[in-house]
């Protein structure tokens, strides 16, 4: 039982740290960049600071376009944060509960967000040229992808040959 508390307490600081810096980081680029009028910080050939008002969810799904569907949103985001937070506490393997803190951190981040303004502040564009290969996203945005690669790559790439998920001690 000490080690799966460990585990937890690895979970928590994996989210409480994503959600920490990822409001800090919006904060600077609301607030001192005051990025939204200026909307475009050139930085480096392949990345820029873009402000964009995201009122749906991931790729634009679930927009937000009235007060009611703003908060059933929030309500359905932090139903979604309830459950990875449920999973967490109750997850044995140390990768997949720092995996699932950085889902967890990212949700109440952008829940955050949508509670304080009506909209996520996505900011971060990277690109080649003219070409996107990504949305404009926010470190949020960026622990919840790499939190749910993680959880897929584990859940793939440790099943045996006949299907049963190894045991994972790590």
Do not use: C
């Not at 994996?14 to 930085?43: G, N, W």
């Not at 964009?52 to 009235?66: C, I, L, T």
């Not at 951190?105 to 564009?125: E, M």
């Amino acid at each position: 039982m000490a080690i799966r508390k460990n585990h937890r307490k690895l979970g928590v600081a994996a989210a409480a740290t994503i959600f920490i810096l990822d409001q800090i980081i919006k904060y600077i680029v609301v607030y001192p960049l005051a990025l939204e009028s200026r909307q475009v910080i050139d930085l480096l050939p392949f990345f820029d600071l873009n402000f964009v008002r995201n009122y749906g969810v991931s790729m634009g799904f679930f927009r937000a376009d009235s007060e009611t569907m703003r908060w059933l949103l929030v309500g359905m985001t932090a139903a979604i944060a309830v459950f990875v937070a449920l999973w967490m506490w109750r997850e044995k393997a140390r990768d997949d509960v720092i995996a699932l803190g950085l889902v967890l951190g990212g949700a109440l981040g952008n829940i955050v967000d949508r509670v304080r303004f009506g909209y996520v502040v996505d900011f971060a564009d990277f690109h080649i040229g003219s070409w996107r290969p990504f949305l404009i996203f926010n470190l949020a945005d960026a622990a919840i992808t790499i939190g749910v690669l993680i959880l897929l790559a584990r859940a793939l790439l440790l099943r045996d040959k006949g299907g049963k998920v190894e045991k994972r001690n790590a």
